[in-house]
């Protein structure tokens, strides 16, 4: 069965960075596109990332773009999220998605992992 | 880019029908058929009810239903039940830098 574990999060100050990990397991990993969607206490989700199936094309939210980087490690099976320069309104649960196919939606989710930046 | 609209919250008895709208006023979001939609509990992660704007995944009620017609898409959940009482998100592809959007979020009451 297709899972995804989210790793991470944490409390952080505004400022400082921090590297969310996804491994995956259950499907083949290496030939489908991953995102990262996240969602601030009490609001919906707001998608933040995409990386293709062999990572060479990369998209991400007007709101984080120039401070995450999106990447993956096939041969791990694992979804990264560099995280930096984080602000208080970066604070929310970032769950990584599996596409069901390109542009389709998104099938599986994590169980996320929370990120609270404060001082 | 602009989230996708859609009511604050529906409601409905057991047994009836309800449908959730899902406003988009890019016309990528209109050309394109990537349509999905999310059902949330409180505390729990979302679950795809819809993708492409009417496929429904294995294990998803048939009471489940998905449409568009130009800047609307719509989910309608029929004979409803108490377990539907959740929030529902639409998401659509809209292609560009930024490829993809969430609506704002319905509450759904079963009364």
């Known amino acids: 069965q297709v899972q995804l574990v989210e790793s991470g999060g944490g409390v952080v100050q505004p400022g400082r960075s921090l590297r969310l990990s996804c491994a995956a397991s259950?499907?083949?990993?290496?030939?489908?596109?991953m995102h990262w969607i996240r969602q601030a206490p009490g609001k919906g989700p707001e998608w933040v990332a995409v990386?293709?199936?062999?990572?060479?094309?990369?998209f991400y939210a007007d709101s984080v773009r120039g401070r995450f980087t999106i990447s993956r490690d096939n041969s791990k099976n694992t979804l990264y999220l560099q995280i930096s320069s984080l602000r208080s309104e970066d604070t929310a649960v970032y769950y990584c998605?599996?596409?069901?196919?390109?542009?389709?939606?998104?099938?599986?989710w994590g169980q996320g992992t929370l990120v609270t930046v404060s001082s | 880019q602009s989230a996708l609209t859609q009511p604050a919250s529906v409601s409905g008895s057991p047994g009836q029908s309800i449908t959730i709208s899902c406003t988009g006023t890019?016309?990528?979001?209109?050309?394109?058929?990537?349509v999905s939609w999310y059902q949330q509990h409180p505390g729990k992660v979302p679950k795809v009810m819809i993708y492409e704007v009417s496929n429904r995944p294995s294990g998803v009620s048939n009471r489940f239903s998905g449409s568009k017609s130009g800047n609307t898409a719509s989910l309608t959940i029929s004979g409803l039940q108490a377990e539907d009482e959740a929030d529902y998100y639409c998401?659509?592809?809209?292609?560009?830098?930024?490829?993809?959007?969430f609506g704002t979020g319905t509450q759904v009451t079963v009364l």
């Open positions: 998605a599996k596409e069901v196919g390109p542009r389709q939606g998104f099938d599986y």
């Open positions: 259950g499907f083949t990993f290496s030939t489908y596109g």
């Open positions: 990386i293709s199936y062999d990572g060479s094309h990369k």
């Open positions: 998401s659509s592809y809209i292609g560009g830098s930024t490829p993809y959007v």
């Open positions: 890019s016309n990528d979001f209109i050309d394109y058929n990537y």
